[in-house]
């Protein structure tokens, strides 16, 4: 079955440095990848999406990166800020069942530190 | 824009109780999903509509849980009865077309069930 695995631990990062977020993904083969923020009590909110034949996205501070050979996205926010402390969930998209479907994987939590 | 409009935010009922929770999508959004979250199973996706109609009702658990679209700005997802293993948030989405736009999520409802 599909399967999607994002570090389940935290990551603790400096303020100022670059934080990366992976997500590996099996069983599947995604026409497309997206990026969710999570703050505690709320909805996620969109952040970006790639598709399969994009390398490479930026948004501002944000990068992903997709990797279909790997099976794999890295999300890197530079110059990191303790406003960026949320949990970040990646999200498979594809044909499966007759519409694009989307399945999310449980998440990181970053922790930027002053 | 209001964004996707979830009601109640919290809900408390005694196993066995029916639980109704409500959600407005965005105008002109014509995709609405319901998803639960759990620490143990992340985001789940319940049931996704497309143009007031359900296109795929597979997540939904069991008989005990059912959706409702009257019209294009209004949803219910409602248990009967509930049991203490249906405690979670409960978040509706919206849309344009599919997933490519990235969802829209609510504030969620967290449903505790005693």
């Known amino acids: 079955s599909q399967k999607i695995e994002q570090n389940s631990e935290a990551l603790n990062i400096q303020e100022g440095k670059t934080a990366t977020l992976t997500c590996n993904y099996t069983?599947?083969?995604?026409?497309?990848l997206q990026w969710y923020r999570q703050d505690p009590g709320r909805g996620p909110v969109f952040l970006l999406l790639?598709?399969?034949?994009?390398k490479e996205k930026r948004k501002e501070r944000l990068k992903v990166t997709f990797d279909t050979t790997l099976k794999q996205s890295l999300f890197h926010i530079t110059a990191s800020q303790p406003a960026d402390s949320a949990t970040y969930l990646c999200?498979?998209?594809?044909?499966?069942?007759?519409?694009?479907?989307?399945?999310f994987g449980a998440g990181t939590r970053l922790a930027v530190h002053p | 824009d209001a964004g996707v409009i979830q009601s109640p935010r919290h809900e408390v009922t005694e196993m066995g109780q029916e639980v109704t929770l409500r959600c407005k999508p965005i105008?002109?959004?014509?995709?609405l999903f319901w998803y639960r979250q759990t620490m143990m199973r992340g985001l789940e996706l319940l049931i996704y509509?497309?143009?007031?109609?359900?296109?795929?009702d597979s997540g939904m658990p069991e008989d005990r849980f059912s959706a409702k679209m009257p019209n294009a700005s209004f949803s219910t997802l409602k248990i009967q009865p509930s049991e203490p293993r249906d405690s979670a948030v409960y978040f509706c989405?919206?849309?344009?077309?599919?997933?490519?736009?990235?969802?829209?999520f609510g504030s969620g409802t967290r449903l505790t069930v005693v």
């Open positions: 069983n599947y083969s995604p026409a497309y």
């Open positions: 989405a919206s849309s344009q077309e599919d997933s490519h736009y990235g969802y829209t």
């Open positions: 509509f497309n143009n007031n109609v359900p296109i795929d």
């Open positions: 105008s002109g959004h014509n995709s």
């Open positions: 790639i598709r399969e034949n994009e």
């Open positions: 999200a498979l998209g594809g044909q499966s069942g007759g519409y694009n479907k989307l399945i």
